[in-house]
Nanobody, 127 residues
Framework: VQLQASGGGLVQAGGSLLLSCAFSGRAFNMYHMGWFRQAPGKEREFVAAIEWNGGRTYYTDSMKGRFTISRDNTEKMAYLRMNNLQPEDTAVYYC?????????????????????WGRGTLVTVSS
């Protein structure tokens, strides 16, 4: 499995971006997907996650209402729509995948629960 995040860039405060995560490999629809971010000088933190069938989504409270996670199992893609971006959203954004097979446990915010990680995409929000 390989993950490739894209869509980052420079945006002004109040602007929007759509991040994409391309999944290469088999059985994308057996993976829960998550987005995390790491701001300069800070630890990587949870942003959002979506279950294998899109049935449930999870967000960090501060991003709820501004960010929307989605997926397209046919295209093997996960997305993070980010609206009303603020300078504090500046970070490298990573997508990650957790194998949701029988017998596995998943706490969406726990980074060690994810089996695969992509290289990040940088989002810079100017004030």
């Amino acid at each position: 499995v390989q993950l490739q995040a894209s869509g980052g860039g420079l945006v002004q405060a109040g602007g929007s971006l759509l991040l994409s995560c391309a999944f290469s490999g088999r059985a994308f629809n057996m993976y829960h997907m998550g987005w995390f971010r790491q701001a300069p000088g800070k630890e990587r933190e949870f942003v959002a996650a979506i279950e294998w069938n899109g049935g449930r989504t999870y967000y960090t409270d501060s991003m709820k209402g501004r960010f929307t996670i989605s997926r397209d199992n046919t295209e093997k893609m996960a997305y993070l729509r980010m609206n009303n971006l603020q300078p504090e959203d500046t970070a490298v954004y990573y997508c990650a995948a957790h194998w949701a097979g029988a017998g596995t446990t998943w706490f969406e915010r726990r980074q060690s629960d994810y089996d695969f990680w992509g290289r990040g995409t940088l989002v810079t929000v100017s004030s």
